[in-house]
């Protein structure tokens, strides 16, 4: 059976690439456009946020979406929260009974574990939203616990997880590009972890801030409440729940 996607999406299946996010933009380079879909069974060089390494095992889901932002360079980051939020729909499907939650920047979590890693880079005019899945194992944690779809008894493998993710990226995409991020945020902090709750910032390896997860300002800043009651808005960092490891 063919592997084909929903319109506007078109895949280059691979066995093995260094990063689909690499390849991504090779293909960009080549004169790949809008809706063109690199899925790798392995990546030998996968690529995390912050330089960070995304250990990708045969089994999981390692893909990297090409899309035209189509509205000011400015709003092109809200491509990480239109990602998150179709991601998070798309395993909610898959494993209905589980709690999937988005976990800012640009993580999906699956009862407080990750699940979902996504790394935004630009190809310009083009940005590449590359997506990794946890399926088959959920890796050593680093940074964070982490949680895999087979933990769940769910018997998705990797194609069916992309399918959905790109039916449901193909939807929330058309929302974003024709009514703006508003209702993006809306949907992403109905399903958001740690709303409310006290979180630690970490900026930089020396700088990290802690407060309260107030919510996300009008262009996905996330919005942190200093124990001063001052607000800042944190453009970029890790942030954890509880106590910084
Ligand atoms: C993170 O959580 O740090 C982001 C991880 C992003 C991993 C995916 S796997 C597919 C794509 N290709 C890469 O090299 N990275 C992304």
Redesign the pocket.
């Given at each position: 059976m063919m592997n084909t996607l929903p319109p506007p999406f078109h895949l280059i299946a691979l066995d093995n690439t260094d990063?689909?996010?690499?390849e991504a933009k090779r293909q960009a380079s080549a004169g790949a456009g809008h809706g063109t879909v690199i899925w790798a069974g392995r990546?030998t060089?996968?690529?995390?946020?912050?330089g960070?390494n995304?250990v990708?095992v045969e089994g999981n889901l390692?893909?990297?979406f090409l899309l035209d932002p189509g509205r000011p360079l400015a709003e092109a980051p809200q491509l990480a929260f239109v990602a998150a939020v179709a991601v998070r729909a798309a395993l909610a499907e898959l494993a209905p009974g589980a709690l999937f939650q988005v976990k800012w920047p640009?993580?999906v979590l699956c009862h407080g574990k990750?699940i979902v890693?996504?790394?935004l880079e630009q190809a310009a005019p083009l940005i590449v939203v590359?997506?990794?899945v946890n399926i088959a194992e959920a890796p050593e944690p680093g940074l964070y616990p982490t949680a895999c779809l087979r933990q769940l008894g769910c018997g998705a493998r990797p194609f069916d997880v992309l399918a959905g993710i790109a039916s449901q990226l193909a939807e929330w995409y058309d929302c974003w590009r024709r009514d703006g991020f508003a209702p993006i945020r809306q949907a992403w902090l109905a399903d958001a972890a740690g709303l409310s709750a006290p979180i630690t910032v970490r900026l930089s390896d020396d700088v990290t801030l802690e407060g309260r997860f107030a919510g996300l300002d009008a262009t996905g800043a996330l919005l942190l409440e200093l124990p001063s009651g001052e607000q800042r808005k944190i453009l970029a960092g890790d942030v954890f729940f509880s106590s910084r490891p």
């Open positions: 990063s689909t996010n690499d990546q060089a996968g690529r995390g946020r912050r960070r995304w990708s390692h893909c990297s640009n993580d990750k890693g996504m790394l590359g997506i990794g």
